[in-house]
Each structure stands twice: as structure tokens, then as C-alpha cells.
């Protein structure tokens, strides 16, 4: 009976999966929201199963991709599916909520290289060299109209501007994409979760933001990141590549840990929740103080901000 029924939600659940997939193909708008939509039915899956038959769902969702659709949707459904599956899974175990994010995260991530690799072989599309071939254009298209009013040494200084930008862009590429994976990951696991809790009557939910708390050894990748910052200095190499997109991503994760530790304190002194927001509101408007968020998020994972200010209660 057990074994019946899910089949029998495997099939359903492929099936919303593909009408998801081809209104997102042939309506206009409709993929700003199906694309956080689209990994939700092997969330479901999975987080009634666990990942194994859910793999078997994925395998014949991709089949049906390539049937029923066309072979260049296919890094859209293998994207979706490992995102959602990783999702789930983590709902089967029972894991927190910013911990299932992070899996969800890591799923995203490997169906984002497959759809850059796909690309790269299969369409013989090199994504970042078209990229930067676009913004090369739009540069020249902008150019042509600023220099009627600009003087020949500000254009000059403007057009190098300009190559930085495309350059750092170029170069950060895989951050960019590790964000992306990060975003999706989150807005669909809340997704989810409002379907699980009205479907299945759970209770799934994010916890309170002031109780995120990364991994100590961020604080470790971090040191390397900046070290390596200072031994890679050549722009055209990988390891400066590498060092570069490394040290952005766990700037950000401090970041963040800074922010949550603001939410954290309010919260302990009983201070208005206006505080914290005020100050996010600052570390976006103005980017120099994120430093300090930054430096508050490093104390908090290098020394235990939280756990000293509850051992004083």
C-alpha cells in the first residue's frame, strides 16, 4: 500500500512539475515566481521519502524534460531537482531550518555548474565570455552618447571604470553564482514550507533571524582568504580568482553573522527591534559600515559573543 501511494505521488508530483515547467516556457512573467516554485514538488517528494526514490522521480522527470519538452530545458529540471531533492531530504531528517538552507544551497550550486557546463559543451555557448561581450557593447552603446558631453580625459577616465567593472564582474563570477544558489535555495524552502504546513499540517519555519549562527570555522576560511589576498596579487591569475570570489563569500557570511548578532542583543537587552533594522538599513545605504558589521560578526564567531552574554544570566 505504502509502495502504491508513492508511486502514485511520484507520478502526480511529475506531473505538476512539468506543468510548472511549460507554463514557465510559454507564459510571459509567470518564471519571475515559478522558477521558486519549480523545485516544490520534489521538496514535497522528498521530504515524504528521503532522497532515494526521490532520485528515481528526478531520473523520470528528466525523461519527460526531454520528451515532452525540448533537450535545452534540461538544465532547468536537473537544477530544480537536485535543489528541491536536497531541500527535502533535509525536511525528511528533521534538520534545522538554516541547515536544510544550507543543503539547499549546496543542490542549487551543483545544478548551476551542470547548467554553466551544459551550456559550455552541449550549446557551445561560453556564458562569462558572452557576458562580457554583452557588457562590451552596452559599454560602446554607452560611450557613443556620453562622450557628445564629456571631455576627452573624463571619458577616458569613465571608459576604465567601465573595463574594471567588467573585469571584476568576469572575476567573480562564481560568487555571483554562489548567491544566486543561496537566494533560491531560500525563497524556495519558504515556499515549501507554506505549502508542507497547509497540506500536511505541519509546522515548518524559519527560526527568529538573531539565531543564525554560521559554523565557527567561517571565522579560519576567512584569515585564509585574506592571507591568500595578499600572496595572489596578479588580476589575470586563477588563484587570484579564486582567493578573490572566496574572501567576498565569507565577507558576507560575517556580515550577516553581524547583523544576526544585532537582532541577537536587541533581543537580549530588550531594545526595540527598530534598532537592528535601523541598522541594516545604514550597513546598505552606507557600505562602510558594514566594516563594522563585518568586525561585530567576526568577534561573535571568534569568541563566543553570544554564549558570554548568556553565561552572565
Not at 557546463?117 to 561581450?133: A, L, P, S, W
Not at 550597513?283 to 548568556?310: E, N, Q, S, T, W
Amino acid at each position: 500500500m505504502n509502495h502504491s501511494k508513492q508511486l502514485t505521488d511520484g507520478a502526480l508530483l511529475t506531473l505538476i512539475f512539468m506543468g510548472l515547467l511549460l507554463v514557465s516556457l510559454f507564459v510571459p512573467i509567470i518564471p519571475i515566481v515559478s522558477i521558486f516554485l519549480l523545485p516544490i514538488p520534489f521538496i514535497i517528494y522528498s521530504s515524504r521519502y528521503d532522497w532515494k526514490p526521490a532520485l528515481i522521480m528526478f531520473a523520470f522527470s528528466i525523461v519527460m524534460t526531454i520528451l515532452f519538452t525540448t533537450v535545452y530545458t534540461l538544465p532547468m529540471t536537473v537544477l530544480m531537482g537536485l535543489g528541491g531533492i536536497m531541500i527535502g531530504s533535509s525536511i525528511y531528517r528533521k534538520l534545522s531550518a538554516y541547515e536544510t538552507w544550507a543543503r539547499g544551497t549546496f543542490g542549487f550550486i551543483i545544478g548551476l555548474l551542470f547548467a554553466f557546463v551544459f551550456t559550455q559543451f552541449v550549446f557551445q555557448i561560453n556564458v562569462i565570455d558572452t557576458m562580457e561581450q554583452i557588457f562590451n557593447e552596452s559599454m560602446e552603446m554607452s560611450t557613443g552618447v556620453i562622450e557628445q558631453f564629456t571631455a576627452e580625459a573624463q571619458l577616458e577616465e569613465i571608459d576604465e571604470i567601465m573595463q574594471q567593472t567588467i573585469h571584476a564582474f568576469v572575476t567573480l563570477f562564481p560568487f555571483f553564482l554562489a548567491t544566486i544558489a543561496i537566494l533560491m535555495a531560500f525563497l524556495s524552502q519558504w515556499f515549501s514550507y507554506k505549502f508542507l504546513n497547509r497540506i500536511e499540517r505541519k509546522d515548518l519555519r524559519f527560526p527568529p533571524f538573531r539565531e543564525l549562527r554560521f559554523p565557527n570555522s567561517i571565522i579560519f576560511v576567512y584569515v585564509i582568504a585574506l592571507l591568500f589576498a595578499f600572496i595572489f596579487t596578479d588580476p589575470e591569475s586563477l588563484q587570484y580568482m579564486a582567493t578573490q570570489n572566496l574572501l567576498l563569500l565569507t565577507q558576507m557570511l560575517v556580515t550577516i553573522q553581524g547583523f544576526s548578532f544585532l537582532f541577537f542583543y536587541a533581543n537580549y537587552k530588550k531594545i526595540t527591534k527598530a534598532f537592528p533594522i535601523i541598522c541594516v538599513v545604514i550597513g546598505v545605504l552606507f557600505p562602510m559600515m558594514l566594516f563594522i558589521i563585518r568586525f561585530i560578526g567576526i568577534f561573535d564567531l571568534g569568541f563566543g559573543l553570544r554564549d558570554k552574554l548568556a553565561e552572565k544570566d
